[in-house]
Every structure is written in C-alpha cells, then in structure tokens.
C-alpha cells in the first residue's frame, strides 16, 4: 500500500513539475551580434565565412601562404587580403 501511495506522489509530483516548466513561455535566448566593427573581420565573413572559421592560431607566414592561394581560389581583390592578412596575423 505504501509502495502504491508513493508512485502515486511521485507521479503528481513529476506532472506538476512538467506543467510548471512547460506551461510558461520561456525568453528567447538573446540574439547574437552580427555586426563586425573590424574591415577585416568583415572581410573574413564575406568571403571566408561560408566555409571557414577564423583560425586560432596560424604564424604570419602561414597566414600570408593561405591568403595567397584562397585569393586565387575565392577570387579575393587585392583590398580583401590586404585586409584579411592584418585581421588573421596582426
């Protein structure tokens, strides 16, 4: 009997828990900022973007190597790698 009472108590209590967190609406998660400020970082996501993501850590000279064979590649203007080179190794 005892064993009954309690499925019975930890059923209501798991049902009004569920009610509870899904009968209010929940806040939408906050929107991410999408603007960059950096021509560079600009640069990155026009044309680098689609299928790159920004390296974590590449030396200037890997960085300049990289540039110059996706510029052929991505058909980048000059302006672009210029400012892609000093967005990627500062």
Known sequence: MIK???A??????LLVWTLAVFAYPQK?????QTTATDPGEQAFRQNC???HNAPESLSPREVKAV??????RAMLTQKDAELLL???AP
């Open 4 to 6: 009954v009472i309690s």
């Open 8 to 13: 019975i108590v930890a059923g209501i209590v």
């Open 28 to 32: 939408p998660a906050p929107a991410k």
């Open 49 to 51: 973007g689609r299928c």
């Open 67 to 72: 540039v110059q064979q996706m510029r052929v």
């Open 86 to 88: 000093k967005y990627l």
